[in-house]
């Protein structure tokens, strides 16, 4: 424990002084000075101080000329509903005429005074930030800086003391680890984990031959997916940036990787081949007491973290906010928490096939489940196969061709469940007191299951919606051919009037149309893929502008949309009273004009495609980086909703929200 927290402890100095180093003036040209004064129960000033070196021109925050150079104070986003007027400069500037810029320049040459006023209450506790963002000229020479601030406004103490209900930011450690634990159960609810657990079962099954060893790897395989998630994520979190994993997982090589180890695993379950470590390997692990075991069992651990990514993702971005008020250990509980949670019911069911081992012999019904894994694992391998062909659109698996291959593979299974395919190393089925070979009620169902759901997916090929595995298959505009010539179905209490307002999107469509969910094909919702396009018709039309932050590989955005946005009630809102732009934040193939590239900050990297700007966007003005997210702007871009709406499949509550939204907006139109 000493020594991984001597790590954390280090990989934090190691930021601090970097970001310290980044934020200093390392001429001495201007030095700053912050300070705060509370002028009234709720309100307090704050008060930037530049101090100028002799022989430095700094330019003023405010210029009679748009071809002057400026300086300009911007805080974050979090702190901007509690600013009070604008930024005042207590200074009186200099003028003259600068014969390089051909203008007129106000600036200052010994010290300035930059003023905010900012209102809150009394109690509260907050972190106000922001930046400096300084033009000065030295000589000849013009130069720009960027000064990073923070202002920690206490509670006002009188106000604190009348009323001592009030309680301190910090969460306790307790209640975080808590909250990080029920949130790890949530998540292991969600799609992303849940496909994981054929490949856990798969993967004990075929390693565990005794109850101890099962119960050993068990253990081995939680303890790995705790300390992956607690720490390696954590750190990569911390270190990288704020979409560092989310960009992993839904990475097109990573996904190609994935989709050829289950492919892998698939065949090999079928019984094309073993796969046993090298015979070197085995002596080695066998001296040094199974490392070469352990080692699996990381990897396995680490393909669930990583794969899993993009469904809990979304629940880890909703705890980071709780998990970070519990100061510095605050995370590592919080994700310690979070990590338990998701790694106990994957141990508990890793003890479940070593007890199946011990009891049953190789062959017979053991091998039937193995068959069955192999099924389902390249079902799995497909979906990430599709992942990478969304993102790099090679257009191999169209929504057609993947459900066509799907089709066959829970066709065959059914087959195989009931006895009709049978692989070498299958025995025979078991037969009854007259000799006559039989099913298994359990076995039936199953075959039951997998012919059913075959049939199921059948319609799909002909445009049918497929509501249940939505979040799953291929957008709908990637299939060629829709029954009925592709129209529209239109939902129930909808007005096609309403409909006719939406002008057809322009800046992006044509490559981003084949993205559509079938909740907006299927029921003739518009959606826009550019904000600056979207906020202008939600400003001509007056109605709300809905932010959808969404991604292609994004399963949980399916499921909101099958879901929720396929309820007849949210239809109709949402058609009829919101302006929607759908934001992909993984859409890495369409790269922005140069004169619209620019350098991130939070992301740590220049933005050049789609995908990055809208992650951006969404990181620097709404501090989320999960998706699915909604966020609801008015026409002046002022939030409609502070926290907006993350990923919860309640219908009733989206509803309340849609309305809460409509009713603000329609005073801001008074």
């Not at 195989?416 to 007259?434: M, Q, W």
């Not at 079938?518 to 018709?537: K, P, Q, R, W």
Request: hydrophobic share 45%.
């Amino acid at each position: 424990m000493h020594f991984f927290r001597n790590i954390i402890l280090s990989c934090l100095c190691i930021c601090i002084c970097f970001f310290s180093a980044v934020s200093q003036d390392t001429t001495g040209a201007i030095k700053f000075t912050y300070s705060k004064n509370r002028t009234s129960n709720n309100e307090v000033l704050l008060t930037i101080k530049a101090t100028l070196k002799s022989g430095i021109k700094l330019y003023s925050v405010r210029q009679s000329s748009p071809d002057a150079l400026g300086s300009s104070i911007q805080f974050d986003s979090a702190s901007i509903k509690y600013l009070e007027d604008s930024i005042k400069e207590s200074n009186t500037p200099a003028t003259e005429k600068d014969a390089s810029l051909n203008a007129e320049t106000s600036f200052f040459k010994d010290s300035v005074l930059w003023q905010q006023n900012v209102k809150l209450k009394a109690a509260d506790s907050v972190v106000l930030k922001g930046t400096v963002n300084y033009m000065y000229k030295e000589g000849d020479e013009y130069k720009p800086g960027e000064e990073h601030f923070k202002f920690f406004i206490q509670p006002d103490n009188a106000t604190v003391k009348e009323t001592p209900k009030a309680t301190g930011s910090q969460k306790s450690l307790l209640y975080i680890f808590l909250a990080g634990f029920a949130g790890g159960l949530l998540a292991l609810v969600t799609p992303c984990v849940f496909s994981m657990i054929p490949v856990t079962v798969g993967f004990f099954t075929k390693r565990s031959k005794t109850k101890i060893e099962g119960r050993k790897n068990a253990i081995l395989y939680s303890a790995s997916i705790i300390f992956i998630f607690t720490f390696v994520g954590f750190l990569i979190t911390l270190i990288w940036g704020p979409t560092a994993l989310n960009n992993i997982s839904t990475n097109w090589i990573f996904n190609l990787f994935i989709f050829g180890l289950f492919l892998i695993f698939g065949f090999s379950f079928l019984g094309a081949f073993e796969i046993t470590l090298p015979s070197s390997w085995s002596t080695k692990a066998d001296s040094k007491a199974g490392v070469g075991n352990f080692i699996g069992i990381f990897f396995m651990a680490l393909v669930l973290v990583l794969v899993s990514f993009s469904c809990t993702g979304p629940v880890i971005g909703l705890l980071l906010p709780l998990i970070f008020k519990g100061g510095f250990w605050g995370p590592l509980v919080g994700f310690l928490g979070f990590s338990s949670a998701l790694a106990l019911p994957f141990s508990l069911f890793a003890f479940f096939p070593s007890w199946l081992n011990s009891l049953s012999k190789p062959g017979g019904w053991m091998n039937a489940i193995k068959v069955t894994l192999g099924f389902l694992e390249l079902a799995l391998a497909l979906k990430f196969l599709s992942n990478a062909d969304l993102v790099k659109e090679w257009r191999i698996l169209d929504r057609e061709v993947f459900l066509s291959l799907w089709i066959v593979i829970f066709a065959l299974m059914g087959f195989y469940l009931l006895g009709k395919l049978k692989f070498h190393h299958d025995d025979e089925l078991p037969k009854n007191d007259f000799g006559i070979p039989y099913l298994s009620v359990t076995r039936l169902l199953f075959a039951i299951t997998a012919l059913s759901f075959a049939v199921y997916m059948i319609p799909g090929l002909w445009g049918a919606p497929l509501k249940g595995i939505s979040a799953f298959v291929p957008p709908m505009g990637t299939q060629d051919y829709i029954a009925g010539g592709g129209k529209n179905i239109q939902s129930n209490n909808s007005t096609s009037s309403a409909d006719n307002e939406l002008p057809t999107p322009v800046k992006y469509y044509d490559k981003m149309k084949k993205y559509e969910p079938e909740v907006v094909t299927t029921y003739g919702m518009v959606t826009y893929f550019d904000y600056d396009e979207a906020l202008a018709i939600a400003r001509k039309l007056k109605k709300p502008l809905m932010l959808d932050f969404t991604g292609i590989n994004c399963v949980n955005c399916r499921k909101m949309e099958g879901q929720v946005w396929s309820d007849p009630e949210v239809m109709k809102r949402l058609k009829e009273n919101f302006v929607i732009v759908s934001l992909y934040i993984d859409v890495q193939s369409i790269d922005l004009q140069e004169k619209e590239q620019y350098y991130s900050k939070a992301l740590g990297k220049k933005i050049e495609t789609l995908g990055d700007k809208n992650a951006d966007m969404q990181v620097t003005k709404f501090e989320a980086n999960s998706q699915p997210y909604y966020f609801f702007l008015d026409a002046n871009e002022k939030k409609l909703a502070d926290e907006g709406y993350g990923y919860d499949p309640d219908v009733q509550k989206f509803i309340k929200m849609l309305d809460n939204v409509s009713e603000k907006y329609k005073k801001t139109l008074q």
